[in-house]
């Protein structure tokens, strides 16, 4: 079935994305949100986009069901392997100890960035003195997170040694794919959060992680996130924005 998303529509999304999350959505994404959307038109039975933009405006739950389906959350473990090489040699080497080391995974989208430096984290610092959070506007990828179920292929780039200690490979119902091993969770806590405002529960980092997901704001909305974001991090500190 198709329904075509008329330009005064997509202005109206557009600016509904904008003020929930801060996300400016480019005039090239209107058949992306077009074709996301369209499953929620049919599950409503509505056969134009203005009736769900009606319903988006005055149901909450519906409005985040929407940020889900439009946000991207393109990912992969050991995502840019320099980041993650600094942070093994230049980092925690420095880190004092008796204090616990706290990284923040501030766009965590599935969890792989997250789970990948816990990896790492496990491997240099004690149990008890490490901690990560990942957070993410999109509830339905914080739910992924923490079940921690991915596709084989994701695998690929995770070091030999790491692959073996903490990637359980599936078997019947989960053939193809990987569960990260269940001991690394107690370490790791995924919450949804809207980096459009400043997160005073998640507390202060040793590190923070903000990587690509600076591209999808303008350049005020880049401002006020970043301004956020560093509130969290502890003096002398490491943040990373690419």
């Known amino acids: 079935m198709a329904i075509n998303l008329k330009d005064s529509e997509f202005r109206t999304i557009q600016k509904i994305v904008f003020s929930e999350v801060g996300i400016d959505l480019q005039d090239s994404k209107k058949h992306l949100v077009q074709s996301r959307l369209l499953k929620r038109l049919l599950f409503y039975k509505f056969d134009s986009y203005v009736d769900y933009i009606r319903l988006i405006q005055i149901d909450?739950?519906?409005r985040v069901e929407m940020i889900n389906l439009i946000s991207t959350n393109e990912?992969?473990?050991?995502?840019?392997?320099?980041?993650?090489?600094?942070?093994?040699?230049?980092?925690l080497p420095k880190h004092p100890l008796?204090?616990?080391?706290?990284?923040?995974?501030?766009?965590?989208?599935?969890g792989a960035e997250a789970y990948s430096v816990a990896m790492?984290?496990?491997?240099?610092v004690a149990r008890s003195d490490w901690e990560v959070?990942?957070?993410?506007?999109?509830?339905?990828?914080?739910?992924?997170?923490?079940?921690?179920?991915?596709?084989?292929?994701?695998s690929d780039k995770i070091p030999l040694n790491l692959k073996k200690l903490y990637c359980l490979k599936g078997k019947g119902s989960h053939e193809g794919q990987f569960m990260i091993e269940r001991s690394l969770l107690n370490n790791i806590d995924f919450k949804v959060g809207n980096l459009m405002q400043y997160n005073s529960e998640v507390g202060l980092f040793d590190v923070i992680w903000l990587r690509n997901v600076l591209i999808?704001?303008?350049?005020?909305?880049?401002?006020?996130?970043?301004?956020?974001?560093?509130?969290n991090l502890k003096l002398g500190g490491y943040f990373l924005y690419l």
């Open 60 to 62: 909450a739950h519906e």
């Open 75 to 91: 990912t992969y473990f050991f995502r840019e392997i320099d980041h993650f090489e600094y942070l093994q040699k230049n980092i």
């Open 98 to 110: 008796k204090s616990k080391f706290r990284f923040w995974s501030a766009a965590a989208s599935v």
């Open 120 to 124: 790492l984290l496990d491997q240099k």
């Open 133 to 154: 959070v990942g957070t993410d506007i999109n509830t339905d990828v914080i739910k992924k997170a923490r079940v921690g179920l991915y596709p084989e292929k994701w």
């Open 216 to 231: 999808y704001f303008d350049d005020d909305t880049k401002q006020l996130v970043v301004d956020n974001v560093i509130k």
